[in-house]
């Protein structure tokens, strides 16, 4: 199956460093370029898409709005947004997963690195690695936006076991470090957290990440403790 790739960014350099890397990968294609939020948007309702790589800064529209129309359109539930950033010191990475991002990568990123988020976030699942999620939260979390007042009422259909694996991808771990910690089997674990996606109605593991720190489930200092 091929995973046709949209490419967004409004520097045409980037954009054709990207499709060299994504050309020449086995099973990759690129589904088209743009170089604004708009034009991202409407790629993805003419064009089949299922990966797009989205700059947050860009004109006309940002990486970050237009992850949100694509993320809450229907007609694009397939389609899943790789964040492109400068990393360390971009502060609208939380609002960009907030949007529904499935995960977000640096701009300078190794090809190889690249190719393997790609297929990650092509197969259903988030990219928050450990350190992704470190990052993230000694940085933005707490600063973005405060936990709720009020604790998500959906939260409590989920068991104690979902509670618990809920937190333990909150932390960043994989499945199958969670398998091992818990001593259970990885398809275990994600049942769980497939289970647990459904009752906070969330996207994916970036929205489960989220909805933990805004419900307050786990402390940035949790995290960065680990």
């Keep these: 199956m091929t995973i046709r790739v949209l ?30 939020g708009k034009e991202a948007v409407d790629l993805c309702h003419s064009a ?21 129309r694509i993320c809450a359109d229907e007609r694009l539930a397939g389609v899943r947004v790789l964040v492109l950033t400068t990393f360390d010191n971009d502060d609208n990475v939380v609002l960009a997963l907030q949007a529904g991002a499935s995960g977000f990568l640096g701009k300078n990123v190794a090809p190889p690195e690249l190719v393997t988020a790609i297929r990650v976030v092509a197969g259903g699942e988030a990219l928050l690695s450990p350190r992704a999620t470190r ?16 604790r998500l009422p959906a939260l409590d259909l989920v068991t104690e076991r979902e509670m618990e694996i809920l937190i333990l991808v909150a932390h960043g771990l994989s499945n199958d470090e969670i ?24 996207r994916d593991r970036a929205q489960l990440v989220v909805i933990a720190y805004q419900n307050a489930l786990v402390r940035p200092s949790d995290v960065l403790a680990d």
């Design 7 to 36: 490419l967004a960014d409004d520097q045409a350099l980037i954009r054709a460093g990207f499709r060299m890397i994504v050309d020449a990968e086995p099973g990759f294609e690129v589904a088209g370029e743009a170089s604004d």
């Design 48 to 68: 089949r898409v299922d990966v797009v790589l989205m700059d947050i800064r860009m004109p006309h529209m940002d990486g970050i709005e237009a992850t949100r």
């Design 135 to 150: 990052g993230l939260v000694s940085r933005f979390i707490h600063q973005i936006q405060p936990p709720v007042t009020r």
């Design 179 to 202: 398998a091992q910690r818990l001593y259970v089997s990885p398809l275990t674990v994600k049942t769980h957290v497939n289970r647990t996606m459904v009752k906070l109605n969330a």
